[in-house]
């Protein structure tokens, strides 16, 4: 499988929470321990519902954890377009 | 412990997960034996009776529920209370798509069924091939259980 498009910085706010564990983030926003260390290793990427409550346990806004890094499809105009 | 030899990349296993490993642990030894014996005693010349042929299959049977639930209590004695938590949305989809994969392969094969009634196959064996069906598509709904799991989903 390849690397997912979207990159976070769950690791690092989590070490800014006062070094915040996976279970702990886990039970706060209803995940198991599994799939939030698979959320942070980037191999599975969340539900629009999970990352809102990711962003909302650490206090920031979506842009702050998560981030785009593929391109857009061929074909496809940018918003800039 | 259970969890270390399987242990793959740095993501804990689950109790799902580790379910999934004694499913195909289990399945692929008790079933392994019982196909084994029917295509052994073939091989041998002798065809095993119906009779035989169901003490077999119950043997397998009562092989495979105690041996589930034998190392369904280590999994669980040996998993912290987090993996044990009530499955989640990355889990219930890596429940669908596996289920999914297996319901096709069990499609694919019960229509292969078809194939050894044209080669004159007894009632007994065409039971067999049946059960072979359920066989390995519970064994793809595992293994691909376990390749999500490990590789995230």
């Known amino acids: ?81 | 412990m259970l969890s270390s030899p399987l242990q793959l990349g740095n993501i804990p296993m689950s109790f799902r997960e580790k379910s999934a490993w004694i499913t195909l642990v289990s399945v692929l030894a008790c079933f392994g034996v019982y196909f084994y014996e029917l295509i052994a005693g073939r091989v041998d010349g002798h065809h095993l009776g119906a009779l035989h042929s169901l003490h077999l299959l119950l043997f397998a049977v009562v092989a495979l529920v105690g041996l589930q639930l034998a190392l369904t209590a280590i999994a669980a004695a040996t998993t912290p209370k987090g993996g044990r938590a009530p499955a989640d949305e990355r889990e219930r989809l890596i429940q669908w798509r596996s289920h999914t994969l297996g319901y096709y392969v069990l499609t694919v094969l019960a229509l292969l069924l078809f194939v050894p009634i044209h080669f004159g196959h007894s009632a007994l064996d065409m039971a067999n091939f049946a059960l072979l069906a359920v066989v390995i598509s519970t064994l793809t709904v595992a293994v691909a259980q376990i390749v999500m799991y490990r590789r995230g989903f």
């Open chain 1, 1 to 81: 499988m390849g690397s997912l498009p979207i990159a976070n910085h769950i690791r690092r706010l989590r070490f800014e929470a006062g070094e915040m564990t996976q279970s702990d983030l886990a039970e706060r926003i209803g995940m198991t321990r599994q799939t939030v260390a698979a959320i942070e290793a980037g191999k599975y990427s969340p539900s629009l519902e999970a990352a809102f409550r990711i962003a909302h346990v650490f206090g920031v806004g979506l842009d702050d954890v998560f981030q785009w890094t593929g391109g857009l499809p061929e074909g496809k105009l940018s918003r800039s377009d």
